[in-house]
């Protein structure tokens, strides 16, 4: 082992002694490092929100704090500027032991649930509502400076933290609808009834008079003692034209608004509010009466929302809302076995009393389908007081020939038309096919319980606005694939038309079970199929004997 001189040793130790600077960052490092083990000790900053200042014992200004979890603290605010700075709402970071405000904490942005904004309470404070409660919360600067500028008004969402007791700011990209879950902002539909509807309902035309009433001579109607709001129920197997009517409704009421604001008919505020029963209906407790009571508010909320016209007034519009499929809802009660859905029904027919304020005082529009009316409880028609209207199938030959003629408006037909008489030569070949005694050829035989007679059907007993349309939809199809390649005649022929429709007819009868008839047929009341029997005729002869009748 190699001996090391003292003198060179001593050298060394002289030469490792540290300069002043070293000396200073040495001393800095140790300072570093004892905070950071202090850190450790005490554990890391916490991040809370500042509500309002509080007067120590000591004259120390102190800050009421609330941290995520929600409990509150009231650390001292050591720097006098950073006192001045605080506002209700600010974000700051407070020691892990809550004993002093250490700063603003700028980084993070407000984050927590959504609800509706009702009204500022006071300069501090803001009331809004979630869940069907309504809460008073600490208004944040941004929000407050929000509101003056009348960038928030009631409707609005905004970004709470419930735990913490503060509204922080509007919800960024939502506008004044944004809290309305059952407002239906879709565009208004294409669909008018004189042009697009064989021999429109009289319900469509009384909705619109009764609106058009209330818009512009409403004094009349209440010298007369009339109602403001409506009540209609649409029954009617699925394809009877219920939904068809409902968009011409919704068509017509918002060209009568467009006229009363002075605006394009695009520009008219949505109106429409629409539900189903799944909607509303929830597995968990409580859940259906709020949503029963959530999609009521919001009725109301839009029927007391003023809008201005292009003169400057301002006027209340009509609120139009649809039920879909309401027996689901509005079932006989006493047939589930814990009560809840009559409870949850009790609710429903509570919030649709006429007696209220709100269809008292407003124009509200109530129209409710149903494909099973038999199904409703009788309290729901006489709490409401409701006008039914039936939508059967097309068995009449006017009412066939009617929608017929709307639906082969836009379809091109085979043959000469030198005086504009194809389609209506069409339409009556058609119908004479149809409902003339000589040309019935049953398509189905029905036996009834305790009868020993069968009963016939025909294709027109089964024949509805909807599978009109998709008979058409198939012969214009055809007609296409024809022209495109060549292959015959230009534009749809009559034989098409029958092929069609009976293929479709056909299509129905297939489906058809003892426990299903009713949905395809209209059958008198009190009267249960026992037994289905379907006619089929020959795949060849019956085409041919379709050619032959062209």
Not at 155 to 175: E, H, M, T, W, Y
Not at 225 to 237: A, C, D, E, I, Y
Not at 315 to 332: A, F, N, Q, S
Not at 495 to 511: F, G, P, S
Request: charged share 25%.
């Amino acid at each position: 082992m190699k001996k090391t001189d003292p003198t060179m040793l001593l050298d060394e130790l002289m030469d490792s002694t540290p300069e002043p600077d070293a000396s200073k960052r040495l001393d800095e490092q140790i300072r570093a490092y004892e905070t950071r083990m202090q850190e450790l000790m005490t554990g890391p900053a916490r991040p809370a929100v500042f509500l309002c200042h509080m007067k120590g014992n000591g004259g120390h200004d102190r800050a009421l704090c609330v941290f995520e979890d929600g409990t509150e603290a009231m650390p001292v605010i050591i720097d006098p500027a950073l006192a001045r700075r605080l506002e209700a709402g600010d974000q700051v970071v407070v020691d892990n032991r809550a004993t002093a405000v250490l700063g603003l904490d700028g980084a993070r942005l407000p984050t927590g649930e959504t609800v509706r904004f009702e009204r500022q309470v006071s300069e501090h404070l803001v009331e809004v509502s979630s869940r069907d409660e309504h809460l008073v919360l600490h208004c944040a600067r941004r929000l407050r400076r929000q509101i003056t500028a009348g960038e928030v008004r009631p409707g609005a969402s905004l970004v709470v933290n419930i735990r913490q007791k503060v509204a922080f700011a509007d919800l960024p990209g939502a506008d004044d609808l944004s809290y309305f879950r059952f407002l239906d902002r879709s565009p208004v539909p294409d669909i008018v009834a004189s042009r697009d509807i064989g021999g429109p309902p009289a319900l469509i035309e009384d909705c619109l008079q009764h609106v058009q009433q209330e818009l512009l001579q409403p004094e009349v109607r209440r010298r007369y003692g009339l109602p403001r709001s409506m009540f209609h129920l649409l029954v009617g197997s699925t394809g009877t034209g219920k939904t068809l009517s409902i968009n011409a409704i919704i068509r017509g009421i918002g060209e009568l608004m467009a006229r009363a604001l002075g605006v394009p008919l695009d520009q008219v505020p949505p109106r429409v509010v629409r539900f189903r029963p799944d909607q509303l209906l929830s597995p968990w407790l409580g859940t259906s009466d709020s949503n029963v009571a959530r999609c009521f508010d919001e009725i109301i909320q839009l029927a007391k929302t003023p809008h201005l016209t292009n003169d400057g007034r301002a006027v209340h519009l009509p609120v139009l809302v649809i039920g879909e499929e309401i027996e689901g809802l509005g079932r006989h009660r006493g047939t589930d076995h814990d009560g809840v859905y009559d409870r949850i029904l009790t609710t429903f027919l509570q919030r649709l009393d006429p007696a209220r304020p709100e269809f008292k005082d407003h124009t509200i529009v109530c129209l409710f389908t149903s494909n099973a009316p038999h199904l409703l409880d009788a309290a729901m028609l006489r709490r409401c007081g409701m006008r039914t209207h039936r939508f059967a199938r097309l068995a009449k030959r006017q009412a066939f020939q009617a929608v017929m003629d709307k639906q082969l408006q836009r379809l091109p037909l085979a043959g000469p038309d030198p005086a504009g008489e194809l389609k209506r030569v069409c339409v009556l070949e058609l119908a004479s096919w149809l409902y003339a005694v000589e040309n019935q050829e049953a398509v189905v035989e029905l036996l009834y319980v305790g009868s020993g007679e069968a009963v016939p059907k025909f294709r027109r007993d089964f024949l509805t606005p909807a599978l009109l349309n998709r008979a058409v939809i198939q012969a214009a199809e055809q007609a296409c694939r024809r022209e495109t390649g060549s292959t015959g005649p230009q534009g749809a022929t009559v034989t098409e038309l029958k092929e069609a429709i009976d293929q479709q007819v056909r299509d129905l009868v297939e489906q058809l079970t003892e426990a299903n008839v009713r949905e395809y047929l209209d059958l008198p009341d009190g009267l249960r199929v026992g037994t289905v029997r379907r006619i089929r005729p020959p795949f060849v002869a019956r085409h041919a004997a379709l050619r032959a009748a062209v």
